[in-house]
C-alpha cells in the first residue's frame, strides 16, 4: 500500500466483501485508479491474504480482515464499498455511518425498510451514502429509457436474468424498474384476461409496483434485463447485457468519487450522471 502522505489527493477507500467476485473487481479498480488509495479491505474469507494478489493485480500491501468495525477505526477510510450480503450489508452500512465514512453500496436485497433506516442514519449523522441496485451506466440508461416510454405505451412487463449464484430475485434493478415505470405512469399497470388461470402457481411472474418480473436464474449469466412494452399492433423491447463484472466499475468508480459531495441517502446512480 503506498504511503497516503505520498497521495495527498488520494480518496481512501475500505471494500466491504473484498475476496467475493464483485469485491475483487472493486479492488481491481480502486488499485488502478490514481486519484483513489485502497487502504483497507474485509471480508469472512481469506483473512491475511493481500487484497490485491487476490484479486490477480499483485501484492497491494492491504491484508483482508475480518472485523470492520476494527479495520474502519485502523484504517480510517473515506468511503467503504460495500458488495456483501442482504443480512449482513445494512449492519455495514450502520458501522461505517457512525465512523463518518461513507458508503457506496451494491449488495442488493435491502428492502424499504433497510433503505429507511439507512436514510434516517445518514440524517442523524450527517454523512452521505449512495445505494445503487446498478451501477452499468447502461443499465441506468435503460430504467431512464422505460420510464419515458411507460407514458405512450400502455402495457409491460420485466424478464431478469442472473447467475444461478445471485440470492435475491427479483433483482434490485428489476424492482427498481417496476418502480419507475408505475412513477411516470401514475397507475398500476398488470393485467390478466378475465378468468385467466395459472396452471403452475407464478407463472406469470411477480408483481411489483403493478409490472410483472420474471426473474430467470442460470449459470452462464451475468446480469441481463429486458423491458418489454405493448401497445396495439407492436411492441418496443429494452435490454441491457452486462457480460462481465467489469461493467459494474466506471460507475463504482464514479460513486466513489461523489458521495462525499451527496446529501443524506441518495438511492439510484442515475443523479450522479451528467
Do not use: W
Amino acid at each position: 500500500m503506498s504511503d497516503p502522505a505520498d497521495f495527498p489527493g488520494g480518496i481512501r477507500v475500505l471494500v466491504a466483501g473484498a475476496a467475493g467476485r464483485m469485491g475483487r473487481e472493486v479492488v481491481r479498480a480502486v488499485a488502478a485508479a490514481e486519484d483513489m488509495l485502497l487502504v483497507g479491505a474485509v471480508d469472512r474469507s481469506h483473512q491475511g491474504e493481500d487484497a490485491g494478489t487476490l484479486a490477480g493485480v499483485g501484492e497491494v500491501g492491504v491484508a483482508i480482515e475480518g472485523d470492520l468495525a476494527e479495520a474502519i477505526a485502523a484504517r480510517l477510510p473515506e468511503v467503504m464499498v460495500d458488495f456483501t450480503l442482504p443480512d449482513s450489508a445494512p449492519g455495514n452500512i450502520e458501522a461505517a455511518l457512525r465512523r463518518g465514512v461513507s458508503p457506496v453500496v451494491g449488495t442488493t436485497g435491502l428492502g424499504a425498510p433497510e433503505l429507511e433506516r439507512i436514510g434516517a442514519l445518514c440524517a442523524e449523522t450527517g454523512v452521505p451514502a449512495l445505494v445503487a441496485p446498478n451501477f452499468a451506466v447502461g443499465a441506468v440508461l435503460m430504467m431512464e429509457f422505460a420510464a419515458r416510454a411507460a407514458r405512450h405505451l400502455p402495457d409491460v412487463e420485466i424478464i431478469e436474468l442472473h447467475h444461478d449464484r445471485k440470492l435475491d430475485s427479483p433483482s434490485g434493478t428489476a424492482m427498481l424498474t417496476a418502480a419507475r415505470i408505475a412513477a411516470a405512469r401514475g397507475r398500476p399497470t398488470a393485467r390478466q384476461p378475465s378468468g385467466a388461470v395459472e396452471r403452475a402457481p407464478g407463472a406469470r411472474g411477480a408483481q411489483a409496483d403493478g409490472v410483472h418480473i420474471h426473474s430467470v436464474r442460470l449459470p452462464g449469466l451475468v446480469a441481463h434485463q429486458e423491458v418489454i412494452f405493448g401497445g396495439p399492433g407492436q411492441t418496443l423491447t429494452l435490454r441491457h447485457d452486462s457480460l462481465d463484472r467489469a461493467s459494474f466499475m466506471p460507475g463504482v468508480l464514479l460513486g466513489i468519487r461523489r458521495v462525499r459531495e451527496l446529501s443524506g441517502l441518495v438511492v439510484g446512480l442515475e443523479s450522479l450522471l451528467d
